[in-house]
């Protein structure tokens, strides 16, 4: 099965300085690459998602970028905020998209997770 | 994006007892829901996906009459954790996809199981 390694286990940056998580899996089947933050006690939340036919997105002061030779994947945060600071998971899943059977995927594989800091 | 729902937010058992975790998609229905398991400081684990009218599927090692999945409508998925121990004191969160076309998986806010 898909095995997905995240690093660093804990990350502290001074507010206003970016932040830079990274992840690799090993599943070279693995097409979707999603990434979580979640706050203490709260379910994950969606903050960007990547497919394996693109090599890089931006949504504001997220980017994430994805190598799939290397099958590694990174999310890059700018101009840190204090209400950044919140553990970050990468995951990875195979998507089997529209088919005859309706579609399908599977669940998602995490990564062990990132505490961010931020310092103020 | 979409809204997913459980109830209960927490819950505390004695030891032998089971309990019923409900997962919701308020604004959109969903064949597919996912549960993951989640002990403290740690990541997320899939136990099992629940497929609208049809049998849930397990991951290795998660006892499927222990942990009874129930998805009767597209809307609203069950996880019963039947003879609740110690052990199964976990965060317990389920997902679902929006609609089939789309892999993006939407997470609901959890539910916190302790057994006493």
């Known amino acids: 099965g898909e095995n997905v390694e995240q690093h660093p286990s804990t990350l502290s940056v001074q507010e206003g300085d970016s932040a830079v998580i990274k992840c690799t899996y090993s599943?070279?089947?693995?097409?979707?690459f999603p990434w979580y933050k979640q706050e203490l006690g709260k379910g994950p939340q969606l903050i960007i998602d990547?497919?394996?036919?693109?090599g890089e997105k931006k949504d504001q002061r997220i980017a994430v970028t994805l190598n799939k030779t290397a099958k590694h994947f990174s999310l890059h945060i700018t101009e840190t905020q204090p209400e950044d600071s919140a553990v970050y998971f990468c995951?990875?899943?195979?998507?089997?998209?529209?088919?005859?059977?309706?579609?399908?995927?599977?669940?998602?594989?995490f990564g062990k997770g990132t505490h961010l800091i931020i310092q103020p | 994006g979409a809204v997913v729902s459980q109830h209960p937010s927490w819950v505390i058992c004695k030891s032998g007892t089971s309990v019923k975790i409900e997962c919701r998609s308020l604004?959109?229905?969903?064949?597919?829901m996912f549960w993951y398991r989640q002990f403290p400081k740690q990541s997320l684990m899939l136990m099992a996906t629940?497929?609208?009218?049809?049998?849930?599927?397990?991951e290795q090692g998660v006892e499927k009459d222990k942990f009874l999945i129930n998805h009767a409508s597209l809307t609203l998925s069950t996880l019963t954790v039947t003879s609740a121990h110690p052990e199964d004191s976990s965060f317990y969160i389920c997902?679902?996809?929006?609609?089939?076309?789309?892999?993006?998986?939407?997470f609901g806010p959890g539910t916190r199981l302790l057994v006493l």
């Open positions: 997902s679902a996809r929006e609609y089939l076309g789309q892999e993006t998986q939407y």
């Open positions: 599943d070279s089947a693995s097409n979707y």
């Open positions: 990547i497919r394996s036919n693109v």
């Open positions: 995951a990875a899943s195979i998507f089997y998209g529209l088919g005859l059977s309706g579609g399908g995927a599977d669940g998602l594989t």
């Open positions: 604004d959109f229905q969903a064949t597919t």
């Open positions: 629940s497929n609208e009218g049809s049998k849930a599927t397990y």
